[in-house]
């Protein structure tokens, strides 16, 4: 689970790159959980979650370069 304070150090194409990951990690959890193989019903919701940060991270490092400039 990543902390937010951690996800703010890293770059721009460093949290493209976790957001990538944690998608494809979401697809999987998705086909196991279709097929009865998922056990770690919780990691479902924490790979959200994260989602959800780096989404809310990038879309506030977008709207302070708009006001930047």
């Known amino acids: ?3 937010a304070a951690d996800l703010r150090q890293k770059s721009d194409d460093e ?3 976790e957001l990538q990951n944690l998608k494809r990690e979401q697809l999987n959890l ?3 959980r279709s097929s009865g193989q ?3 019903t919780s990691r479902f919701g924490e790979v959200l ?3 959800a940060r780096i989404n809310t991270i990038m879309t506030e490092r ?3 370069a708009a006001d930047a400039s």
Do not use: G, P, S, T
Request: charged share 40%.
């Open 38 to 40: 998922l056990e770690a």
């Open 15 to 17: 949290l493209k790159e």
């Open 49 to 51: 979650r994260d989602i």
């Open 62 to 64: 977008r709207h302070a």
């Open 1 to 3: 689970m990543a902390n």
């Open 30 to 32: 998705r086909f196991q």
